[in-house]
């Protein structure tokens, strides 16, 4: 079975500071996996997707992530915080072969302060 | 380009009753999705469908049922509503069952 945990349910950073969002999975084959963000009352959007290929995914706005195998991680960050980028963080794992559905981590609230 | 489109937006029951959310996409994709996100809790898969005609339970699918008629739509039912339906629902869809999914803006349901 897949599951998915994300440490922290908040974060908080300053404009211009570093962003790093923390996501661990667990998967009995290799994985794909999902950074998506929520804005408030819309639905997800995609923001990068590591499917088997570069282990460092470059996103949207901004956005990447590195897939580490030896420690079942996908953690996302970007250099440099935007007051945009508040929002919610989903992290999401399905498993590469066969039919799959996606299991979503609780999710991490991003909070960016002036 | 509407992309999943989800009806109706926010909706108020009393306990007992009976509602459909409908789900529909434009971009002829084969899979389809429920999800109910709750505070603190994720995104929880309530019902899926591989194609027109199936559907198939996911990780809570009490008190819900769903039907995939048309390719394009998928059926949300409750059937006696209850407070604890109370939530966000939210429907995707995807082309295979490993790519991306696109979700609908969601919509917000209270159970009195």
């Known amino acids: 079975a897949q599951s998915v945990t994300q440490l922290g349910s908040h974060v908080s950073v300053s404009e211009g500071a570093l962003v790093l969002l923390r996501c661990n999975y667990s998967?009995?084959?290799?994985?794909?996996l999902f950074w998506y963000v929520q804005y408030p009352n819309q639905g997800l959007q995609l923001l990068l997707k590591?499917?088997?290929?570069?282990?460092l995914v470059k996103g949207i706005n901004g956005f990447e992530a590195e897939f580490k195998k030896s420690e079942t991680s996908f953690h996302l960050t970007k250099p440099s915080a935007h007051m945009s980028d508040a929002a919610e963080y989903f992290c999401?794992?399905?498993?590469?072969?066969?039919?799959?559905?996606?299991?979503f981590g609780k999710g991490t609230m991003l909070l960016v302060s002036p | 380009n509407a992309g999943v489109t989800q009806t109706p937006k926010f909706r108020v029951l009393k306990t007992g009753q009976s509602m459909t959310l409908l789900c529909a996409q434009d971009?002829?994709?084969?899979?389809m999705y429920w999800y109910r996100q709750d505070p603190g809790m994720g995104l929880r898969l309530i019902h899926y469908?591989?194609?027109?005609?199936?559907?198939a339970k996911g990780e809570v699918p009490d008190g819900y049922n769903v039907s995939r008629l048309k390719k394009q739509n998928f059926l949300l039912g409750l059937e006696s509503a209850a407070p604890s339906q109370t939530s966000v629902y939210f429907c995707?869809?995807?082309?295979?069952?490993?790519?991306?999914?696109?979700f609908g803006d969601g919509t917000r349901l209270s159970i009195l």
């Open positions: 999401a794992v399905s498993e590469g072969s066969g039919y799959s559905t996606l299991t």
């Open positions: 998967s009995s084959v290799p994985p794909y």
């Open positions: 590591y499917t088997s290929a570069a282990t």
């Open positions: 971009m002829n994709h084969e899979y």
């Open positions: 469908s591989v194609g027109e005609g199936t559907t």
């Open positions: 995707a869809s995807n082309r295979k069952s490993n790519q991306p999914q696109h």
